[in-house]
């Protein structure tokens, strides 16, 4: 499987942006999907990710109430859309796929990682 991330770019506190991830290769209905983000100095950080099952989506406390997770399964694509965005939400953001049901915010999960998109949000 190969994930490429985009959407990334420059935004003013408050306002919006939308990632993607696109991914490629067989059994895309079978893998999680997640979102991480890494800043300069900082752990990855859970994000977001949807189950493959059920579509369930679960986020991390930074992202509940403002981010949200979708997959378009014809598209072989996974969405987070992220409104309300603050200076701390600056960071790298990276899509992830992995053969899992369960455990979805624990990175090491994962086995497929995009290339990472850069999100800055200004004061």
């Known amino acids: 499987v190969q994930l490429q991330a985009s959407g990334g770019g420059l935004v003013q506190a408050g306002g919006s942006l939308r990632l993607s991830c696109a991914a490629s290769g067989p059994r895309f209905t079978s893998y999680a999907m997640g979102w991480f983000r890494q800043a300069p100095g900082k752990e990855r950080e859970f994000v977001a990710a949807?189950?493959?099952?059920?579509?369930?989506?679960f986020y991390g406390d930074s992202a509940k109430g403002r981010f949200t997770i979708a997959r378009d399964i014809a598209k072989a694509t996974v969405y987070l859309q992220m409104n309300r965005l603050k200076p701390e939400d600056t960071a790298v953001y990276y899509c992830?796929?992995?053969?899992?049901?369960?455990?979805?915010?624990?990175?090491?999960?994962?086995?497929?990682w995009g290339q990472g998109t850069q999100v800055t949000v200004s004061s």
């Open positions: 949807i189950r493959w099952s059920d579509n369930s989506p």
């Open positions: 992830a796929a992995g053969l899992m049901d369960s455990g979805l915010p624990n990175p090491e999960n994962y086995e497929y």
